[in-house]
């Protein structure tokens, strides 16, 4: 069973810095692309920053310049670092990863996507 542990939230005063990581673990055979996104309240889930299994990211307009997604392939695990924190980026942050696993109703390698548990980020002074 595939999992995802996040870790890395918390209160930081604008301006501030957070890093973010995302941990998978489990039967995998190989992670094709990773992402981070984000809900805050009352507003619908959005994508912050992804990363292909070849290193070409994308960003969401709001954060460029000041975020940076980066993964380690041998640890399974993809980063987010946050920088110049602004109280508009409070919000829950989630991991996304798109994978290929066994999948034992088809007896074959098949695709499938899994989201984490998520982490709260709160700029605030």
Do not use: H
Not at 48 to 66: E, M, P, Q
């Amino acid at each position: 069973q595939v999992q995802l542990v996040e870790s890395g939230g918390g209160l930081v005063q604008p301006g501030g810095s957070l890093r973010l990581s995302c941990a998978a673990s489990g039967s995998i055979f190989r992670i094709n692309a990773m992402g981070w996104y984000r809900q805050a309240p009352g507003k619908q889930r959005e994508s912050v920053a992804t990363i292909t299994s070849g290193g070409s990211t994308n960003y969401a307009d709001s954060v460029k310049g000041r975020f940076t997604i980066s993964r380690d392939n041998a640890k399974n695990t993809v980063y987010l670092q946050m920088n110049s924190l602004k109280p508009e980026d409070t919000a829950v942050y989630y991991c996304n990863i798109e994978y290929w696993a066994y999948d034992i109703r088809s007896g074959t390698r098949a695709p499938f996507g899994l989201w984490g548990q998520g982490t709260q980020v709160t700029v605030s002074s």
